[in-house]
């Protein structure tokens, strides 16, 4: 099929390394888009619920499907999440096209844009309640294996796909509002920092929406994830919109991916101690300054 050409792209909440994973719809997904930049918006790899018993050679095409792009000359800014974390420590670091961080602020075609994963709203990823959130991860993975058990019953008699988890949210008071007070705080922080533009993942919610306040108003928009609402976040011709994947345009492409794991030709050993001789404060010497696109 015919790549789109994408100016931006952002997706989050992958969660590589789960049963819920789409990981077969990314791949599909990747290869239909050449963009310029490409944003992974944190919890890419699920460092929570990460076995080496479960990683199929379908998760790890969506990271070869990464480093194609970076191959191919597209910028992709990695920015960490909760449930890759542990990545927190190389932040800062860049190689070639390739970089990590925790933020992102660019300035695209004149207008502010503040981006990152929004864990830092949520009290119960910090302190003792991350061991709660933990073990609420494993049954949010159970309840999505099930859901696929169901939807594949389902689609046998010709029925409607269905979404546990979706119902559970939508049905829980606290859940909504809880949604709607993170989306509210990140905006209002937005505003304080005359950003136009306000970029999230972490609560599985696609949304664009403008909020305004009596400080100023900010565009609040959230990539969604890849395990529920299989979204993205496209920015073309000074426009953000939300990608919404059909399996339809993808029906009649090869879904053979490769059968073996991509073979590795570095010795992880010698990364790690290069990354982290970089300097004395783990950040690399040649990171880039604030993009601009014009």
């Known amino acids: 099929m015919q790549k789109r050409n994408v100016e931006v792209a952002v997706i989050s909440d992958l969660h590589l390394g789960t049963f819920g994973c789409h990981a077969n719809e990314i791949v599909h997904y990747l290869k239909s888009i050449s963009p310029q930049i490409l944003i992974l918006n944190g919890d890419i790899i699920d460092g929570w619920q990460f076995s080496k018993r479960y ?5 790890m095409q969506v990271i070869k499907e990464i480093f194609s792009h970076v191959a191919k000359g597209t910028r992709v800014i990695y920015i960490t999440g909760n449930h890759d974390e542990v990545l927190r420590r190389y932040s800062g670091t860049s190689m070639g096209n390739f970089q990590i961080t925790d933020k992102v602020v660019m300035e695209i075609n004149g207008k502010m844009t503040w981006i990152f994963h929004g864990d830092v709203f949520d009290a ?32 046998l008699i010709g029925k409607e796909k269905m979404s546990f988890s979706k119902k559970v949210k939508g049905a829980v008071k606290e859940a909504v509002s809880w949604i709607a007070n993170f989306e509210q705080t990140a905006a209002e922080l937005a505003i304080q920092k005359k950003y136009d533009y306000v970029i999230c993942g972490h609560i599985h ?5 403008v909020v305004e306040t009596k400080d100023g108003k900010v565009t ?24 919404h994947y059909n399996a339809d345009d993808f029906k009649n492409i ?6 073996k794991l ?26 880039k300054p604030l993009m601009n696109i014009v």
């Open 55 to 59: 990683f199929p050679t379908s998760h």
């Open 262 to 287: 991509p073979r590795l030709e570095v010795i992880t050993n010698d990364i790690d101690m290069y990354i982290n001789s970089l300097d004395l404060n783990g950040h690399a010497a040649f990171v």
């Open 205 to 209: 919610q696609p949304q664009k929406r």
């Open 124 to 155: 119960t990823t910090k302190g003792s309640a991350k061991f709660l959130a933990k073990l609420g991860g494993h049954g949010y993975d159970l309840l999505i294996l099930i859901n696929s058990f169901i939807n594949w019953g389902l689609k």
């Open 220 to 243: 609040y928009l959230n990539s969604g994830d890849w395990v529920e609402n299989l979204t993205a976040l496209e920015y073309n011709n000074n426009e953000w919109d939300i990608y």
């Open 254 to 259: 090869d879904n053979k991916f490769d059968k």
